[in-house]
Antibody, heavy 119, light 107 residues
């Protein structure tokens, strides 16, 4: 069974940093691209970032480019999102998600972790 | 970035109704589109991939169609478990973009 468990969320002040982790199991982690998708309270879904299976290619939404960094450790089956210079508008539930097949959208999601940016 | 315009933003329907939700892309995206269902406090669930392919385990009452710029999600007979918010997602190129969502409520 495919499972993903996010961690690392919490309350952080504007301008602060946070690193999210996503521990994956039940599939060959290195064979799949992974994404982060967020959802602000009461709002819709927003794709944030993606990384190829090897980690050699990364992609970002304009809203986080230059502030967030996605990475993965295939030896640990873990996905990361380093978030720097956080803003109030980054407040959201952050989901990690596994691509369905090559270059396709996600077919499996974690339960999400809440990030709150507030003073 | 490709914009996805989803309509309607909400609808009220009764059990047994046929429901149609539409997504329009700002440029052609072949059939690189998925449909997701989300219930409050839960992660999204994939219903349809590649515009018209039913994800394993999803009831056959759900179907998708379209290519290029116009896409449709149809629920042939609405069931109580189907009341939720639905999103389209284009995975044609990065940055991926979601539609704004359609909330399906009980009439």
């Amino acid at each position: 069974e495919v499972q993903m468990l996010e961690s690392g969320g919490g309350l952080v002040q504007p301008g602060g940093s946070l690193r999210l982790s996503c521990a994956a199991s039940g599939f060959t982690f290195s064979s799949y691209a992974m994404s982060w998708v967020r959802q602000s309270p009461g709002k819709g879904l927003e794709w944030v970032s993606a990384i190829s299976g090897s980690g050699g290619s990364t992609y970002y939404a304009d809203s986080v480019k230059g502030r967030f960094a996605i990475s993965r450790d295939n030896s640990k089956n873990t996905l990361y999102l380093q978030m720097n210079n956080l803003r109030a508008e980054d407040t959201a539930v952050y989901y990690c998600a596994k691509e369905a097949y090559s270059d396709a959208g996600p077919d499996s999601w974690g339960q999400g972790t809440l990030v709150t940016v507030s003073s | 970035a490709i914009q996805m315009t989803q309509s309607p933003s909400s609808l009220s329907a009764s059990v047994g109704d046929r429901v149609t939700i539409t997504c329009r892309a700002s440029q052609g995206i072949r059939n690189d589109l998925g449909w997701y269902q989300q219930k409050p406090g839960k992660a999204p669930k994939l219903l349809i991939y590649a515009a018209s392919h039913l994800q394993s385990g999803v009831p056959s009452s759900f179907s998708g169609s379209g290519s290029g710029t116009e896409f449709t999600l149809t629920i042939s007979s609405l069931q109580p478990d189907d009341f939720a918010t639905y999103y389209c997602l284009q995975d044609y190129n990065y940055p991926w973009t979601f539609g704004q969502g359609t909330k399906v409520e009980i009439k």
